[in-house]
C-alpha cells in the first residue's frame, strides 16, 4: 500500500545516455510533482501536472521532459544526461484544495558517470 | 533564489532536551508547511499553519508562525533519538497557489 511510489531507486549511467524514472500515486490526487534535491540537500520543484495538464515548469533544460499519461502517473525521461544531473529526484503528488500538503516518493537517486 | 531559509543548518542535541528550528521567507503566504526527512527517504509532511494562524501544536510539535517578521519556527519537545533527520519549512506563496517552496533544512541530531 505504497502511496507514492518510484522506479528505479538508484539509477547509474553514464553521460549522454537517456533515461527514465517512473513514478505512481494510489491516492487519488490531482496534482503530482517532480523534485529534485542535490547533494547539499536543496530540493527544488521541476514540474507539476494537474490532471495530466502541466501547470509548473520551472527553469529546467529541455532535456527533461515529464510525462503524464494519467493523473495517478508522471514520468520523466531525460535526455542526453550530464555530470550536473547527478541528484536524488523525488516525485510527490497532493489533492487540490488540501492547502497543498504534499506526499512524497521514496526518492531516485541518480548517479551520472 | 529560495522561498525559506532555515537556521540553524545543524543542531545536536541530547536526548529529552527541546530542540527548535527557525524559517524565514520573503514574499506573503497562503501557509507554511514543515516536513520531516530521514536519510535516505523522501519528506514526509509534519504540520501547516495557514497565515491567519499563530501557533498549531501536533502532538511533541508546536510551530509559530510570525508573518510581519515573514518567519516561523518549530519546536520539538523531549527529543528522541528517532527524531534525528532534515527539517525543511515549505511555504505556499499567495501568488502561486500551485507550488510549495522549501527552504535549505535543518539536520537535527539526537544524542542518546
Known amino acids: 500500500d505504497t502511496a507514492v511510489s518510484q522506479t528505479p531507486k538508484y539509477l547509474v549511467t553514464q553521460m549522454g545516455n537517456d533515461k527514465s524514472i517512473k513514478c505512481e500515486q494510489n491516492?487519488?490526487?490531482?496534482?503530482m510533482y517532480w523534485y529534485k534535491q542535490d547533494s547539499k540537500k536543496f530540493l527544488k520543484i521541476m514540474f507539476s501536472?494537474?490532471?495530466?495538464?502541466?501547470?509548473i515548469n520551472e527553469t529546467v533544460p529541455n532535456r527533461f521532459s515529464p510525462k503524464s499519461p494519467d493523473k495517478a502517473h508522471l514520468n520523466l525521461h531525460i535526455n542526453s544526461l550530464e555530470l550536473g544531473d547527478s541528484a536524488v529526484y523525488f516525485c510527490?503528488?497532493?489533492?487540490?484544495?488540501?492547502?497543498?500538503?504534499?506526499?512524497f516518493g521514496p526518492g531516485t537517486r541518480l548517479t551520472v558517470t | 533564489s529560495q522561498q525559506g531559509e532555515e537556521d540553524p543548518q545543524a543542531l545536536s542535541i541530547q536526548e529529552g532536551e527541546n530542540a527548535t528550528m527557525n524559517c524565514s521567507y520573503k514574499?506573503?503566504?497562503?501557509?507554511l508547511q514543515w516536513y520531516r526527512q530521514n536519510s535516505g527517504r523522501g519528506l514526509v509532511h509534519l504540520i501547516l499553519i495557514r497565515s491567519n494562524e499563530r501557533e498549531k501544536h501536533s502532538g511533541r510539535l508546536r510551530v509559530t508562525l510570525d508573518t510581519s517578521k515573514k518567519s516561523s519556527s518549530l519546536l520539538i519537545t523531549a527529543s528522541r533519538a528517532a527524531d534525528t533527520a532534515s527539517y525543511f519549512c515549505?511555504?505556499?506563496?499567495?501568488?502561486?497557489?500551485?507550488?510549495?517552496?522549501f527552504g535549505s533544512g535543518t539536520r537535527l541530531s539526537i544524542r542518546p
Open positions: 515549505a511555504t505556499a506563496p499567495y501568488s502561486s497557489a500551485s507550488k510549495i517552496i
Open positions: 491516492l487519488g490526487h490531482d496534482t
Open positions: 514574499t506573503s503566504i497562503n501557509n
Open positions: 501536472y494537474n490532471n495530466k495538464e502541466l501547470i
Open positions: 510527490a503528488s497532493s489533492q487540490v484544495g488540501s492547502d497543498n500538503e504534499q506526499y
